[in-house]
C-alpha cells in the first residue's frame, strides 16, 4: 500500500488548507482500516487530525474539530482533508497514513504547510 499527499505547500492566513491523499495498492473501503490525517508542527510532536474509515464515517480531533472536514472519493480511491480559517499556527508537515487494528501501518511521505502571508 502506497500514500501520497498533495496540495498546495503555501497558505495564507483565515483561508481554507486543502490536501489530497492517494492510495495505492489497497481500497479505502476495505474493510478495518481508517484512513487518516497526522501533522507535526515544527519542533513538536505528531497530532492526529481525524479520520475517515472505511464506511465512510468520519472522526475528528476535538481541538480541531470545528475547523475540520475529511471526504473521500472512492472512485478515485483518494481522501481529502479541509482545514478552515488556518492561522500560522497550523503550519507544520501534514502525513496521511492508514490505521490498522493497533498502528499506523502506512505512511505518506508527507507534506510542508506553510501559513504565512
Known amino acids: 500500500v502506497q500514500l501520497q499527499e498533495s496540495g498546495p505547500g503555501l497558505v495564507k492566513p483565515s483561508q481554507t488548507l486543502s490536501l489530497t491523499c492517494t492510495v495505492s495498492g489497497g481500497s479505502i473501503t476495505t474493510n478495518g482500516y481508517y484512513w487518516s490525517w497526522i501533522r507535526q508542527p515544527p519542533g513538536k510532536g505528531l497530532e492526529s487530525i481525524g479520520y475517515i474509515r472505511d464506511s465512510g464515517s468520519t472522526y475528528y480531533s476535538p481541538s480541531l474539530k470545528s475547523r475540520t472536514s475529511i471526504s473521500r472519493d472512492t472512485s478515485a480511491n483518494q481522501f481529502s482533508l479541509q482545514l478552515s480559517s488556518v492561522t500560522p499556527e497550523d503550519t507544520a508537515v501534514y502525513y496521511c497514513?492508514?490505521?490498522?487494528?493497533?498502528?499506523?501501518?502506512?505512511w505518506g511521505q508527507g507534506t510542508q504547510v506553510i501559513v504565512a502571508s
Open positions: 497514513a492508514r490505521l490498522g487494528q493497533d498502528s499506523y501501518d502506512y
